[in-house]
Protein backbone atom coordinates (compact mmCIF):
# COMPACT_ATOMS: atom_id res chain seq x y z
CA UNK A 1 0.00 0.00 0.00
CA UNK A 2 1.49 3.55 -1.37
CA UNK A 3 1.82 5.63 1.71
CA UNK A 4 2.94 9.47 1.63
CA UNK A 5 4.22 11.56 4.70
CA UNK A 6 5.08 15.68 4.52
CA UNK A 7 7.48 16.95 6.65
CA UNK A 8 8.94 20.58 6.93
CA UNK A 9 8.96 23.49 9.27
CA UNK A 10 5.47 24.32 10.52
CA UNK A 11 5.93 27.79 11.13
CA UNK A 12 8.18 29.91 8.24
CA UNK A 13 8.38 33.67 8.78
CA UNK A 14 7.10 35.97 5.92
CA UNK A 15 9.37 36.99 2.81
CA UNK A 16 11.45 33.41 3.94
CA UNK A 17 10.58 30.26 1.83
CA UNK A 18 8.91 27.28 3.02
CA UNK A 19 10.29 23.88 2.59
CA UNK A 20 8.25 20.77 2.04
CA UNK A 21 9.70 16.88 1.77
CA UNK A 22 7.07 14.43 0.65
CA UNK A 23 8.34 10.80 1.52
CA UNK A 24 6.74 7.62 -0.51
CA UNK A 25 6.54 4.22 1.36
CA UNK A 26 5.55 1.00 -0.44
CA UNK A 27 6.18 1.97 -3.92
CA UNK A 28 8.55 3.60 -6.27
CA UNK A 29 8.81 7.48 -7.08
CA UNK A 30 10.31 6.97 -10.29
CA UNK A 31 7.62 6.51 -13.00
CA UNK A 32 5.14 8.57 -10.78
CA UNK A 33 3.49 12.22 -11.32
CA UNK A 34 3.89 13.77 -7.73
CA UNK A 35 1.39 16.43 -6.99
CA UNK A 36 1.42 19.03 -4.29
CA UNK A 37 -2.09 20.64 -3.28
CA UNK A 38 -2.70 23.43 -0.43
CA UNK A 39 -6.11 24.14 1.50
CA UNK A 40 -6.86 27.37 3.52
CA UNK A 41 -10.12 28.92 4.43
CA UNK A 42 -10.12 31.87 2.36
CA UNK A 43 -8.99 29.80 -0.91
CA UNK A 44 -10.33 26.32 -0.56
CA UNK A 45 -7.94 23.41 -2.51
CA UNK A 46 -5.63 24.63 -4.61
CA UNK A 47 -3.55 22.38 -6.35
CA UNK A 48 -0.11 24.11 -7.03
CA UNK A 49 1.61 22.27 -9.15
CA UNK A 50 3.57 18.22 -10.54
CA UNK A 51 6.89 17.03 -11.02
CA UNK A 52 7.54 13.93 -13.24
CA UNK A 53 10.86 11.98 -12.92
CA UNK A 54 12.70 15.45 -12.13
CA UNK A 55 12.44 16.29 -15.80
CA UNK A 56 9.14 17.69 -16.21
CA UNK A 57 7.05 20.10 -14.12
CA UNK A 58 3.79 21.71 -14.50
CA UNK A 59 2.48 24.80 -11.91
CA UNK A 60 -0.31 26.78 -10.76
CA UNK A 61 0.27 29.92 -13.04
CA UNK A 62 -0.97 31.82 -10.31
CA UNK A 63 2.21 30.60 -7.88
CA UNK A 64 4.83 29.61 -10.87
CA UNK A 65 7.39 32.21 -9.96
CA UNK A 66 7.88 31.28 -7.08
CA UNK A 67 7.57 27.60 -6.85
CA UNK A 68 10.09 24.69 -7.20
CA UNK A 69 9.95 21.44 -6.91
CA UNK A 70 12.88 18.01 -7.09
CA UNK A 71 12.83 14.69 -6.72
CA UNK A 72 14.95 12.41 -4.94
CA UNK A 73 15.09 9.04 -6.23
CA UNK A 74 17.71 7.70 -3.85
CA UNK A 75 15.26 8.87 -0.72
CA UNK A 76 12.43 7.87 -2.80
CA UNK A 77 11.44 11.64 -1.82
CA UNK A 78 9.79 14.78 -3.37
CA UNK A 79 9.94 17.87 -2.15
CA UNK A 80 8.37 21.87 -2.78
CA UNK A 81 9.76 25.05 -2.24
CA UNK A 82 7.66 28.10 -2.48
CA UNK A 83 9.62 31.38 -2.12
CA UNK A 84 8.76 34.85 -0.62
CA UNK A 85 5.49 33.69 1.58
CA UNK A 86 3.43 35.94 2.73
CA UNK A 87 -0.01 35.27 5.04
CA UNK A 88 -1.57 34.48 2.24
CA UNK A 89 0.33 30.84 1.79
CA UNK A 90 -0.63 29.59 5.18
CA UNK A 91 -2.44 26.86 4.64
CA UNK A 92 -2.37 22.36 5.25
CA UNK A 93 -0.40 21.25 2.39
CA UNK A 94 -0.76 18.02 0.87
CA UNK A 95 1.72 15.57 -1.48
CA UNK A 96 -0.24 13.62 -3.46
CA UNK A 97 0.14 10.64 -6.28
CA UNK A 98 -1.36 11.10 -9.75
CA UNK A 99 -1.99 8.06 -11.34
CA UNK A 100 -3.81 7.74 -14.77
CA UNK A 101 -6.69 5.69 -16.39
CA UNK A 102 -6.86 5.88 -19.68
CA UNK A 103 -8.88 4.07 -22.43
CA UNK A 104 -9.18 4.58 -26.16
CA UNK A 105 -11.29 7.60 -25.76
CA UNK A 106 -9.99 9.41 -22.69
CA UNK A 107 -7.09 9.42 -20.12
CA UNK A 108 -8.06 10.94 -16.63
CA UNK A 109 -5.75 11.69 -14.10
CA UNK A 110 -6.31 10.84 -10.45
CA UNK A 111 -5.27 11.53 -7.49
CA UNK A 112 -5.68 8.49 -5.23
CA UNK A 113 -3.13 8.21 -2.50
CA UNK A 114 -2.74 11.52 -0.74
CA UNK A 115 -0.15 12.01 2.29
CA UNK A 116 -2.10 13.04 5.94
CA UNK A 117 -1.29 16.91 5.54
CA UNK A 118 0.90 19.53 7.36
CA UNK A 119 0.00 22.72 8.49
CA UNK A 120 2.50 25.43 7.01
CA UNK A 121 1.99 28.78 9.26
CA UNK A 122 3.42 31.93 7.57
CA UNK A 123 4.10 34.50 10.83
CA UNK A 124 6.46 36.72 12.11
CA UNK B 1 -8.60 28.91 -15.21
CA UNK B 2 -11.78 26.55 -15.30
CA UNK B 3 -14.21 28.02 -12.31
CA UNK B 4 -16.16 25.20 -10.66
CA UNK B 5 -19.09 25.91 -8.12
CA UNK B 6 -21.26 23.51 -5.95
CA UNK B 7 -24.72 23.39 -4.84
CA UNK B 8 -25.85 23.25 -1.58
CA UNK B 9 -23.28 24.73 -0.18
CA UNK B 10 -24.36 23.16 3.05
CA UNK B 11 -26.81 20.41 3.26
CA UNK B 12 -28.37 19.20 6.16
CA UNK B 13 -29.96 15.27 5.60
CA UNK B 14 -30.98 12.21 7.72
CA UNK B 15 -29.32 8.96 7.87
CA UNK B 16 -31.00 7.06 4.67
CA UNK B 17 -32.10 9.99 2.95
CA UNK B 18 -31.14 10.25 -1.31
CA UNK B 19 -28.22 12.66 -1.75
CA UNK B 20 -27.81 14.85 -4.35
CA UNK B 21 -25.07 17.43 -5.08
CA UNK B 22 -24.26 19.29 -8.00
CA UNK B 23 -21.38 20.50 -9.61
CA UNK B 24 -21.26 23.01 -12.69
CA UNK B 25 -18.03 24.04 -14.47
CA UNK B 26 -17.82 27.85 -16.17
CA UNK B 27 -16.76 25.73 -19.36
CA UNK B 28 -17.03 21.88 -20.97
CA UNK B 29 -14.75 19.66 -19.73
CA UNK B 30 -16.30 16.42 -20.99
CA UNK B 31 -15.94 13.95 -18.48
CA UNK B 32 -12.65 14.92 -16.58
CA UNK B 33 -14.56 15.58 -13.56
CA UNK B 34 -13.94 14.02 -9.72
CA UNK B 35 -15.03 13.50 -6.66
CA UNK B 36 -13.59 13.90 -3.04
CA UNK B 37 -14.82 13.01 0.67
CA UNK B 38 -13.22 15.13 2.84
CA UNK B 39 -13.60 14.61 6.77
CA UNK B 40 -11.96 16.97 9.97
CA UNK B 41 -8.58 17.40 9.76
CA UNK B 42 -7.81 14.45 6.97
CA UNK B 43 -7.18 14.27 3.02
CA UNK B 44 -9.73 14.45 0.54
CA UNK B 45 -10.69 10.66 -0.52
CA UNK B 46 -11.26 10.57 -4.41
CA UNK B 47 -14.79 8.91 -4.97
CA UNK B 48 -15.00 9.30 -8.24
CA UNK B 49 -13.01 9.81 -11.24
CA UNK B 50 -14.21 10.26 -15.21
CA UNK B 51 -17.28 11.75 -14.03
CA UNK B 52 -18.90 8.41 -13.01
CA UNK B 53 -16.28 5.69 -12.38
CA UNK B 54 -16.32 4.63 -8.72
CA UNK B 55 -12.74 4.74 -7.49
CA UNK B 56 -12.44 0.86 -6.37
CA UNK B 57 -13.32 0.30 -2.39
CA UNK B 58 -16.15 2.91 -2.78
CA UNK B 59 -19.08 1.85 -1.99
CA UNK B 60 -21.61 1.34 -4.29
CA UNK B 61 -24.21 4.15 -2.44
CA UNK B 62 -22.20 6.74 -4.09
CA UNK B 63 -22.65 7.45 -7.65
CA UNK B 64 -21.61 10.34 -10.37
CA UNK B 65 -22.97 11.51 -13.53
CA UNK B 66 -23.25 14.16 -15.90
CA UNK B 67 -21.05 15.49 -18.75
CA UNK B 68 -20.08 19.10 -20.48
CA UNK B 69 -20.92 21.73 -17.58
CA UNK B 70 -22.50 20.01 -15.27
CA UNK B 71 -22.29 17.11 -12.60
CA UNK B 72 -23.68 15.67 -9.94
CA UNK B 73 -22.76 13.41 -7.06
CA UNK B 74 -25.15 10.72 -5.89
CA UNK B 75 -25.55 9.24 -2.00
CA UNK B 76 -28.14 7.16 -2.80
CA UNK B 77 -29.00 6.21 1.25
CA UNK B 78 -26.69 8.33 3.44
CA UNK B 79 -24.46 6.57 6.40
CA UNK B 80 -23.66 7.99 9.57
CA UNK B 81 -19.95 7.60 8.05
CA UNK B 82 -20.68 10.01 5.09
CA UNK B 83 -21.36 13.02 6.87
CA UNK B 84 -18.36 15.20 5.37
CA UNK B 85 -17.65 18.06 3.20
CA UNK B 86 -17.95 16.89 -0.56
CA UNK B 87 -15.55 18.61 -3.43
CA UNK B 88 -15.40 18.49 -7.18
CA UNK B 89 -11.92 18.76 -9.16
CA UNK B 90 -11.48 19.01 -13.25
CA UNK B 91 -8.57 17.88 -14.41
CA UNK B 92 -9.08 18.62 -17.58
CA UNK B 93 -7.02 21.59 -18.16
CA UNK B 94 -4.32 23.37 -16.35
CA UNK B 95 -4.17 24.48 -13.51
CA UNK B 96 -6.33 21.83 -12.23
CA UNK B 97 -9.23 23.24 -10.04
CA UNK B 98 -11.43 22.37 -7.20
CA UNK B 99 -15.00 23.32 -5.88
CA UNK B 100 -15.38 25.48 -3.23
CA UNK B 101 -17.31 22.27 -1.62
CA UNK B 102 -20.38 20.77 0.24
CA UNK B 103 -20.80 20.48 4.01
CA UNK B 104 -23.16 17.62 4.56
CA UNK B 105 -24.22 17.41 8.14
CA UNK B 106 -26.70 15.55 10.47
CA UNK B 107 -30.16 16.56 10.29
Known amino acids: QVQLQESGPGLVKPSETLSLTCTVS????????WSWIRQSPGKGLEWIGY???????KYNPSLKSRVTTSVDTTKNQFSLKLSSVTAADTAVYYC??????????????????WGQGTLVTVSS | DIQLTQSPSFLSASVGDRVTITCRAS??????LAWYQQKPGKAPNLLIY???TLQSGVPSRFSGSGSGTEFTLTISSLQPEDFATYYC?????????FGPGTNVDIK
Open chain 2, 89 to 97: QQVINYPFT
Open chain 1, 51 to 57: IFDSETT
Open chain 2, 27 to 32: QGISSY
Open chain 2, 50 to 52: GAS
Open chain 1, 26 to 33: GGSISGHY
Open chain 1, 96 to 113: ARVDADCNSASCYQIFHY
